[in-house]
């Protein structure tokens, strides 16, 4: 129902940072869970964090003190703000939109951003 693009992704050396951003065709308003996600080669996809309207926001332990998920709804945009970046984070990260928190699944993704982290 809505189309999310992700851009912001790239190579960059452990330790360095980058700013994914999830743009939405539409208002992203009525989604009440905007989440990233990550897959490397040969592993599931795995939560990165998600913001639930109202401001509340949850990460994966791997990430915790070093991304911060926003969203702006005014311009239906989300945004991961990764730091102090390990190799361990090289995946590829989807955007996703969630209309309600007790969903199974998400309503939509997007096609991906690849983000390399080099040692």
């Known amino acids: 129902q809505v189309q999310l693009l992700e851009s912001g992704g790239g190579l960059v050396q452990a330790g360095g940072s980058l700013r994914l951003s999830c743009a939405a065709s539409?208002?992203?308003?009525?989604?009440?869970?905007m989440g990233w996600y990550r897959q490397a080669p040969g592993k599931e996809r795995e939560l990165v964090a998600n913001?639930?309207?109202?401001?509340?926001?949850n990460y994966a332990d791997s990430v915790k003190g070093r991304f911060t998920i926003s969203r702006d709804n005014a311009k239906n945009t989300v945004y991961l703000q990764m730091n102090s970046l390990k190799p361990e984070d090289t995946a590829v990260y989807y955007c996703?939109?969630?209309?309600?928190?007790?969903?199974?699944?998400?309503?939509?993704w997007g096609q991906g951003t690849q983000v390399t982290v080099s040692s």
């Open positions: 996703a939109a969630k209309s309600y928190s007790w969903q199974k699944g998400f309503d939509s």
């Open positions: 539409g208002s992203i308003f009525s989604f009440n869970v």
């Open positions: 913001i639930i309207s109202g401001g509340i926001t």
